[in-house]
C-alpha cells in the first residue's frame, strides 16, 4: 500500500472573505463538519500533534516541512477522553509542548476536495483546499487544486509568509491567548 500523501494549499483570508467563503461552500458544497479542535505541537524533529475535537483524540504525524505542499501524513484515533493521556505520555516521553491551537473549523466536500474555512484564535482566518493523492498523482492534484483556488478568486498565500507568520504564533502564543 502507498502511503497517503496529503495535498494541499491554503490562504490568510479576510475576516470579510471568511464569511463570503462560508456562505458560498454552504449553498455550493457539501457541509462534512463543524469542528471546535485543540491541537498541541510538540518539539519533534517530524510534525509531531496531538488534537482533541467533538468527536475523537488523535495522534498524527506529518512527514516533511510544515507548509509543504504535499507530505506523508499518519493518524491515529483514540477515544476523546485520551487527549490528557496522550499529552503525559509525550511529556513522559522528554516532548515539550510548542504551541497550543485552538480552532474552530467548518469543513465541507466541494467537487471531491476537502475544504476548510478555519479561524484560529490568535493566528486569523484561512482558506485551505486539501486532497489525499498517491505519491504518483500529487503533481496532478496539486495542479486541481491551483485552478480551484483560482475560481474561488482567492491568492495563495506564499509559504514564506506562512512560516513567519507560524513562527511568530509559534513565540507568542501563550500572550495571543490572553
Same mark, same amino acid.
Given at each position: &500500500?502507498?502511503?497517503?500523501?496529503?495535498?494541499?494549499?491554503?490562504?490568510?483570508?479576510?475576516?470579510? *472573505?471568511?464569511?463570503?467563503? /462560508? =456562505?458560498?461552500?454552504?449553498? =455550493?458544497?457539501? /457541509?462534512?463538519?463543524?469542528?471546535?479542535?485543540?491541537?498541541?505541537?510538540?518539539?519533534?524533529?517530524?510534525?509531531?500533534?496531538?488534537?482533541?475535537?467533538?468527536?475523537?483524540?488523535?495522534?498524527?504525524?506529518?512527514? @516533511?516541512?510544515?507548509?509543504?505542499?504535499?507530505?506523508?501524513?499518519?493518524? !491515529?484515533? !483514540?477515544?476523546?477522553?485520551? $487527549?490528557?493521556?496522550?499529552?503525559?505520555? $509525550?511529556?513522559?516521553? @522528554?516532548?515539550?509542548? =510548542?504551541?497550543?491551537?485552538?480552532?474552530?473549523?467548518?469543513?465541507?466536500?466541494?467537487?471531491?476536495?476537502? !475544504?476548510? !474555512?478555519?479561524?484560529?484564535? @490568535?493566528?486569523?482566518?484561512?482558506?485551505?483546499?486539501?486532497? &489525499?493523492?498517491?505519491?504518483?498523482?500529487?503533481?496532478?492534484?496539486?495542479?486541481? /487544486?491551483? *485552478?480551484? &483556488?483560482?475560481?474561488?478568486?482567492?491568492?495563495?498565500?506564499?509559504? /514564506?509568509? $506562512?512560516?513567519?507568520?507560524?513562527?511568530?504564533?509559534?513565540?507568542?502564543?501563550?500572550?495571543? &491567548? @490572553?
Amino acid at each position: &500500500m502507498s502511503p497517503a500523501i496529503e495535498v494541499e494549499i491554503r490562504s490568510f483570508i479576510s475576516e470579510a *472573505q471568511y464569511h463570503q467563503l /462560508l =456562505n458560498f461552500f454552504q449553498n =455550493n458544497a457539501i /457541509l462534512d463538519k463543524e469542528d471546535e479542535q485543540i491541537s498541541y505541537y510538540f518539539d519533534s524533529p517530524q510534525d509531531l500533534r496531538i488534537q482533541k475535537n467533538k468527536f475523537h483524540a488523535k495522534i498524527w504525524l506529518k512527514k @516533511g516541512k510544515l507548509h509543504d505542499d504535499h507530505r506523508e501524513e499518519i493518524e !491515529v484515533i !483514540v477515544p476523546q477522553n485520551d $487527549f490528557e493521556k496522550l499529552e503525559t505520555l $509525550f511529556l513522559a516521553l @522528554g516532548y515539550h509542548v =510548542n504551541i497550543k491551537w485552538f480552532r474552530t473549523r467548518h469543513q465541507f466536500i466541494w467537487n471531491e476536495i476537502t !475544504v476548510t !474555512v478555519d479561524y484560529t484564535k @490568535g493566528y486569523g482566518h484561512i482558506l485551505e483546499l486539501e486532497i &489525499m493523492s498517491s505519491e504518483e498523482k500529487k503533481n496532478e492534484a496539486l495542479n486541481l /487544486l491551483k *485552478q480551484k &483556488m483560482s475560481e474561488l478568486q482567492i491568492s495563495e498565500t506564499p509559504k /514564506l509568509e $506562512f512560516d513567519e507568520k507560524y513562527q511568530y504564533y509559534k513565540e507568542h502564543w501563550q500572550e495571543l &491567548m @490572553g
